[in-house]
């Protein structure tokens, strides 16, 4: 099964569309956001200095993050990895081409979700997510259809990420164009990157990325 990144700024729908291949396609979402949000309420020494960078906006430091990566690709068996938000620098990039390689698998495509910035405002601003399943919801876009109730698990855990605010999404699209992008040129130079148009709607997106892993 391919293994995939999807690459853009925070805010581009790579959660929401690695979620959907999730369901669509039983694939394996591997977010470090997510696993970094999971060590914050650890509670331990790491996890406070990880929760004090993430509400900055800045970066984690790669050490960690490529130690969460092996530790799922060690756990996870098979393929079909769809890596979202990871990796973010050339130095994870190259870590994860090691990765891959020690367990004889390939990376097949990277799916760069292009935006634009004043759109990652209002979608940043206006995100909240199931603190039980993980959807992502949208407060104009897509919001629950019942009020203060998960449309999929039927929580009322619904929760706002400390840095979905104006001045975190400065700092996190500052991280994102110094150390990030860079990526796009080193995967083109591989012939690897792909790129779809993320402002489309919700599903165009999705049917892009799907006819890219059907090529
Ligand atoms: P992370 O959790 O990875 O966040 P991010 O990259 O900033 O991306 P987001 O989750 O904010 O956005 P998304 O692209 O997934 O958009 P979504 O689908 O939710 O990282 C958080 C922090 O962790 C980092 O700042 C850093 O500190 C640390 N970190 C993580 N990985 C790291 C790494 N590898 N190295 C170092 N540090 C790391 O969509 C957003 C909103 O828009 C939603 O409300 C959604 O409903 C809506 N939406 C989505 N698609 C559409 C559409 N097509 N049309 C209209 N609305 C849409």
Known sequence: MANIILLGPPGAGKGTQAKRLVDERAMVQLSTGDMLREAKTSGTEMGKLVAEVMERGQLVTDEIVI?????????????G?????????????????????????????????????AALVARITGRFTCGACGEVYHDVTRPTKVDGTC???????LKRRADDNADALKTRLMEYYKKTSPLIGYYYAKGQLESVD?????DAVGEAIAKILDK
């Open 151 to 157: 449309d999929v698990c039927g929580s009322h855990d």
């Open 198 to 202: 993320g402002l489309a709607e919700m």
């Open 67 to 79: 130690g969460l990566i092996e530790e799922k690709l060690a756990a996870e068996s098979g393929g």
């Open 81 to 117: 990895f769809i890596f979202d938000g990871f990796p973010r620098t050339l130095k994870q990039a190259d870590a994860l081409a090691a990765l891959l390689a020690r367990t004889g698998q390939t990376l097949d495509s990277v799916i760069e979700m292009q935006v634009d910035d």
